[in-house]
């Protein structure tokens, strides 16, 4: 059976007109216009086009739900397996209403294909699931991008591999494991002399870009702040009833110690990273709630925060690793603590 | 230095009572091999199997993996640990190759892992390629986690160089010979060519974190110099270091695959002069002290091309980059050699530590990415164990048997020092 492919254009490329529609009203129509039309040229028999949304840029804008909804109903009625936005080069409304298209396809489990030009502010948005084709800026070079696109729509409909370098899209940033035919060692040699030799080589993992956090402003009087503690460090109660993982961890969690003076004899660590038979013998040495008591009772901090926090750190993903520092840092916010003691292994 | 690998290639694999080659079939000598065990007398208890290629066999939780050897020259085992000190690298060594012992019993610690002889789980870890003397392993009781960890790894070690004797008289199929005079030899004969150095990044960070040359454990050493074909000769051997997914087993020390790759090329694109231990310590002041040292040897020693091959990940990663600034900075080219940590869905960030002048960088596979493996019919070892595992959690084992882990926890499976297939790439 052959795949179905929906499109979406804006008010100027869907030919209803320029700057002057840009709050069209979008409608549905089973018959194809503009760059919609020369996509669906080439489709062979394993493609059917099923027809093209039109949308005003001001109306997608300015009435996103209400756009959003309409781009729903039709996916819903039209079942598409692919969905293709644009090409809407650097136009900065065009390119967020079809990243906005592209989600809503999405979310209904529709494959995206789209083409933006690399500073377009919509790339952002759908970069990660849509497979955007890399495009000039203006639209002088359509002739160029829809071959980009239409190559796309063929592929994923076929199931075949696409890569950013062959496909000319921009990279999804999904870093896949996979099996090679070289192993290792012989690719880090041939890497090696190509260097040396001057001659081409393709690094397989870019040097990836650090956020960089911006440090809190100090606390002023130590006597008088709430003070938590949180680890990385893997440390748990006996047993570890909420089931932390040892390494790669996917949670993090919480507990109560407001009635301990010291972790010793009822934590442990379960990380599995470091050598834990010191830590497992006094789990202060990781998380030191028994010289922050002693601080508390001299009166140095005002008080030590009633839950610690920890997560595992050793092979967790940053990704998760941010998910977890936003919701713990949301909730030690709400709680009005202080200051926290981070600690890791 | 030469030396003369004798292989003997194995294509069987079977229990009996006596050591012996014939036609390819290694016979293992059931109760001399846990006499040879028992010598130390915190081990109560050895049973010993076989698990070959194709079987439906999953061994869990495995420690080390380690090649069975015998050396007519020498002190026969490892020198400076089973034997007494003696300089490795040169005469003959005859090698059971295809075969290798692989160590199991009761977990010490999380980086144990698995070996699947089958299906899907086979294709991620090159030893579902050997055949497996499998050795299980119980200590006395009373032990503290570094004392049993010693245990089981010496256990390992005599394991095999007991199994080892069966390659005495066997029939040789091929002589390998290496060969690499003194540097001022090797300079001599090609000097145009560039000269490599290979830094082998050890973790070095206590238990079952640790590596030992001839018997001193890395953490007690600045970066040292050493000439590759020791390290194929039995002088390194693991403490079981790290995730089962990068540690570097004794059998992968025994048979380094950067240090052959290199030997391959030397004398025709580069001059090969030699590997450079860089212990991965825990502290800032360790890692600075030691990658500082590392790039000063290898500009002393005049390098003008080096691989850096990393072991483990997370604070490692620190040190992989600090080197590799160091060399640049110092006009030596660097290759590196890592896994990552992308996450279960391979979008996360993949390092924990960055530098611009690493560009570039062969990626030995994504550690988090989850396999399915379906039940084996034979499990040698304890099927629970993959739930304490670096890359199980609680939960990935079912009912049925079948298994759901990261590479993490697979033996070999994103080897740093490139011994497997694994790589990534970006979509």
Known sequence: ?345 | MRLEQNLIYIKDVVLGDVNKVEDGVLTVDVEGLKAAVMVDDKVKDVKVDIAKPGEKVRIVPVKDVIEPRFRKDGRNGFPGVTTKYEETGNGAVNILKGAAIVTIGDMVGFQEGVIDMWGEGARWTPFSETFNIVVDITPIDGLDPHQHEVVVRLAGLRASTFVGLAAENAAIDETKVFEIGTMAEETAKYPDLPKVLYVQMNIAQGLLHDTFFYGVDLKEIIPTWFHPFEELDNAVISGNCVAACDKITTYQHQNNALTYDLYDQHGKTINFIGNIFSPELTTLDGKFRNCDYCAKLCDQLGADGVIVSEEGYGNPDSDLVMICKRLEKRGIKTALVTDECSGWDGTSQPLTDTAAEAVAVVSSGNVSKVIDLEPADKVLGNLKSAQTLAGGWDGCVEEDGSLKVELNAVIGATSEIGYHYASVKLY
Not at chain 1, 8 to 36: C, H, M, S, T, W
Not at chain 1, 45 to 56: Q, S
Not at chain 1, 126 to 139: D, G, K, L, P
Not at chain 1, 249 to 264: F, P, T, V
Request: aromatic content about 10%.
């Open chain 1, 1 to 345: 059976m052959a795949k179905k492919v929906l499109f979406y254009l804006n008010q100027f490329f869907g030919g209803i007109g320029g700057e002057d529609k840009a709050d069209f009203e979008p409608e549905f129509r089973a018959e194809l216009v503009g760059p919609a039309e020369a996509i669906a040229k080439n489709f062979g028999d394993d493609l059917e086009a099923v027809g093209v949304i039109i949308c005003g840029d001001n109306f997608f804008g300015q009435k996103e739900d209400e756009a959003r909804a309409f781009i729903a109903q039709v996916i819903d009625e039209q079942q598409p397996d692919i969905f293709v936005a644009g090409p809407a080069f650097n136009a900065g409304r065009y390119g967020f209403a079809c990243a906005g298209a592209c989600q809503v396809a999405n979310e209904a489990g529709v494959t995206c294909v789209s083409g933006m030009y690399e500073e377009n502010p919509g790339l952002e948005h759908c970069q990660s699931f849509a497979w955007v084709a890399q495009t000039a800026n203006a639209a002088a070079q359509m002739r160029k991008a829809l071959p980009l696109m239409a190559n796309l729509v063929k592929k994923l409909a076929a199931g075949e591999e696409v890569t950013p370098d062959d496909d000319k899209y921009f990279a999804q940033g999904r870093r896949e494991c996979i099996l090679v035919e070289e192993r290792g060692s012989v690719r880090a040699v041939n890497m090696l002399l190509a260097r040396l030799n001057d001659e081409e080589f393709t690094t397989e993992l870019p040097m990836p870009s650090f956020d960089v956090v911006e440090p809190a402003a100090p606390i002023l009087d130590l006597s008088k702040a709430t003070i938590a503690l949180a680890t990385s460090g893997g440390i748990v109660p006996n047993g570890n009833p909420d089931r932390l993982q040892s390494a790669s961890a996917q949670q993090w969690n919480k507990y109560d110690i407001s009635s301990y003076d010291q972790l010793k004899g009822d934590f442990y660590t379960v990380h599995g990273g470091f050598d834990p038979v010191y830590c497992n013998e006094t789990a202060d040495r990781v998380l030191p709630l028994d010289a922050l008591r002693d601080m508390e009772k001299a009166g140095k901090i005002g008080k030590v925060y009633d839950f610690f926090y920890a997560t595992t750190g050793t092979g967790t993903a940053v990704a998760n690793a941010r998910k977890f520092g936003e919701e713990i840092g949301k909730e030690l916010k709400e709680a009005g603590v202080d200051g926290v003691l981070l600690t890791s292994t």
